[in-house]
């Protein structure tokens, strides 16, 4: 991965962070797609030269585009894109609403 663009998607917590420590560990440069900034996870790479948070919200038409367009920007194109961002409902079906669906649905496909 030395060398290489990385951009991971959910990339701020989780298995995405670990998918992140992991590239970045490699010599990769990663650029984090995420609505949450990762925190320390994005300090402590960036002190490496290796990470880079950008905002993402993976449902919104413009987001991506906009996240595309810095990336492109700033780095020239992208080796390796893992499409890690999802969500899930914590509530029952029964309970969950049309738009807390389309949400996931948007998010997760």
């Known amino acids: 991965a ?3 663009i990385i951009v ?5 917590r989780g298995i995405g962070q670990a998918i ?4 970045a560990a ?6 984090i797609g995420d609505l ?3 925190g320390d996870t994005d300090t402590d790479l960036k002190m490496h030269g290796y990470a880079k948070w950008v905002h993402l919200d993976i449902a919104d038409e413009d987001s991506v585009w906009k996240f595309a367009e810095t990336v492109g920007t700033q780095h020239g194109g992208v080796d390796v894109l893992v499409n890690n961002a999802g969500i899930m409902s914590t509530q029952s079906i029964v309970d969950e ?5 389309d949400r996931t649905m948007a998010v997760n496909l």
């Open 2 to 4: 030395e060398g290489r």
């Open 8 to 12: 991971v998607t959910g990339g701020a």
């Open 20 to 23: 992140v420590n992991r590239f």
């Open 26 to 31: 490699e010599g990769a440069t990663v650029i």
């Open 36 to 38: 949450a900034h990762p």
């Open 97 to 101: 609403t049309v738009s807390d669906w």
